[in-house]
């Protein structure tokens, strides 16, 4: 098993540039979550799914979008970078209440 | 709501010395309490959790952690630490809700010196 993966590992936007970071998930979970990571904050949690398509938000929504189209996949979508949005991602999956496995993360630089 | 707090940003040790990482959580519910580790430029690997039973718990590589309701703490403790052991750690807690999300304290770095 390949347990969570994320594309791309790095990128680097111009502010008022669009991405999608791309998470997927083989272990047949049905709980989805991304996380952005800034040093000193820990882990804040942006949006998460309970199920394919579904979706519903975290702690920090404000500037991204998310889709769950497919079980195993899980999109963040970036309409307008800017700055602030400079961080590491997490994108992690769950099946109950053991705790979500992570994925490597993705280095975002917004300039 | 649900908060965490890691009292220590950084701790310095030398390498076979004991080390206890601290957490402290508030909830108004059940919680259910994890420990992540993460190495550098890796993702986060899990440690230990306590979901029910008995309030001491063993993870990997060694450490554990000790549930205490009443000074709703969680602290992470490793008898002789080792270089390699060198990391952030992350506390976390997730409550009754619906998709058991987790909110993470703002991790400790622990730094393991010869």
């Known amino acids: 098993n390949a347990g969570v993966t994320q594309t791309p590992k790095f990128r680097v936007l111009k502010t008022g540039q669009s991405m999608t970071l791309l998470c997927a998930q083989d272990m047949n979970h049905e709980y989805m979550y991304w996380y952005r990571q800034d040093p000193g904050m820990g882990l804040r949690l942006i949006h998460y799914s309970v199920g394919e398509g579904t979706t519903a938000k975290g702690e920090v929504p404000d500037g991204y979008n998310v889709s769950r189209l497919k079980k195993q996949n899980f999109l963040l979508g970036l309409e307008s970078a800017a700055p602030s949005q400079t961080s590491v991602y997490f994108c992690?999956?769950?099946?109950?209440?053991?705790?979500?496995?992570f994925g490597p993360g993705t280095r975002l630089t917004v300039l | 709501a649900q908060s965490v707090t890691q009292l220590d940003s950084q701790v310095p040790v030398f390498e076979e010395a004991p080390v206890e990482l601290r957490c402290n959580y508030s909830?108004?519910?059940?919680?259910?309490l994890f420990w992540y580790v993460q190495y550098p430029n890796q993702g986060l690997q899990l440690l230990l959790k306590?979901?029910?039973?008995?309030?001491l718990v063993k993870g990997i590589n060694g450490f554990e952690a000790e549930f205490n309701k009443s000074q709703t703490s969680f602290h992470l403790r490793k008898p002789s630490v080792h270089i390699s052991d060198t990391a952030e750690y992350f506390c976390a807690v997730s409550g009754n809700n619906a998709g058991n999300m987790l909110t993470f304290g703002g991790g400790t770095r622990l730094m393991v010196k010869p």
């Open positions: 909830s108004s519910v059940s919680v259910y």
């Open positions: 992690a999956s769950s099946y109950g209440l053991g705790g979500p496995s």
């Open positions: 306590y979901l029910s039973g008995s309030t």
